[in-house]
């Protein structure tokens, strides 16, 4: 018995949601294929893509270890099987990158085992892959790779995680510059303390864009996508952060900041002419200081 499937990467915090919004998009994303074995255990046989830097041992592996929670939760240990991760996306990028790996494991391991669990009990295990990968169980990478479109993570404890309706057109360019930031390091340098002004002013925000995706409210949506408390912090590990943010605002994103953790940075659009003219824009403005870029428009 064996099984492929595909996790896609994800957008974490949205601008105003730090810890709480995501959303997936169709590419990049994390194939893995499971097969059955005889021999009880988790054993990763290879991993492609990586140029050879994730671990390969099962307990230090995202994707493992999130196979082995679920295996121990469900007291199936018993269960033997071979893994076989395609990494088709960069890490350290803010892309969700262990997210989409440990997703595609728990989720290939609960059909290969024909689904004990919904997909939403699946949260938890993908959340302990998060954990040995970046030193925090956060849920809003995970839960929008499992559950597809824009989740809020409302309550981690006790869990809490609420998919949210988006504009029928509603686009994400997605620009990933070539150099790399830690998860680990991006949230260490943040601040523990946060003043009661900014405080006001995300949560304005945060339902601001509920509200406006909801609605839907394209100039609502446009006028929340701000982050007063932790972009300010992160955007000095991205060189050229305020000139690409700048070229995505006038080439008409509806909004433009760091996704996840960084470097990579996100903007949403109306359209997706408008979405490949801000990609290309956001592209170029790296460019100009000698940084290379991919770019992925995605529909929301
Ligand atoms: N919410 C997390 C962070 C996402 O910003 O640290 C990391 O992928």
Redesign the pocket.
């Known amino acids: 018995d064996s099984i492929t499937v595909f996790a896609p990467a994800t957008v ?2 949205v601008a105003c949601g ?2 709480i919004f995501g959303f997936a998009v169709d590419n990049p994303g994390d194939q893995i294929t499971l097969t059955a074995s005889p021999e009880p255990g988790v054993r990763i046989i290879d991993i492609i893509g990586d140029e050879g830097r994730l671990p390969r041992e099962a307990n230090r592996n995202t994707a493992s270890i999130a196979i082995q929670t679920y295996l121990q939760h469900i007291n199936r240990t018993d269960v033997g099987v071979d893994v076989v991760l395609r990494k088709k996306m960069p890490l350290g990028s ?1 892309l ?1 990158s262990s997210a989409a790996s440990a997703v595609a494991g728990v989720f290939a391991i609960n059909e290969l085992l024909n689904r004990p669990l919904t997909v939403r009990q699946l949260i938890p295990f993908a959340m302990e892959g998060e954990r040995i990968a ?1 030193g925090s169980a ?1 849920a ?2 995970v839960g929008p790779s499992l559950l597809g479109g824009f989740c809020v993570i409302r309550s981690y404890q006790p869990l809490d995680v609420i998919r949210v309706n988006t504009p029928a057109s509603l686009y994400c360019t997605l620009v990933h510059p070539d150099i790399e930031v830690n ?1 680990k390091d ?2 260490f340098i943040l601040k523990n303390e946060v003043s009661l002004k900014n405080t006001i002013t995300q949560m304005g925000n945060v339902a601001g864009l509920i509200a406006g995706l909801m609605t839907p409210d394209y100039d609502l949506i446009s006028r929340s996508l701000v982050d007063v408390i932790i972009e300010p912090v992160r955007s000095i590990l991205i060189p050229e952060f305020n000139e690409v943010k700048q070229a995505a605002l006038e080439n008409g994103a509806l909004g433009c900041s760091i996704s ?2 960084g470097p990579s940075m996100f903007a949403l659009c109306r359209d997706p002419q408008t979405a490949e003219r801000v990609g290309a824009a956001m592209q170029q403005a790296f460019l100009s200081v000698g940084i290379s870029s991919e770019s992925y428009v995605s529909e929301i």
């Open positions: 974490a915090n730090f810890d803010g969700g970046c956060h809003d990478n998860t991006a949230r996840g953790s």
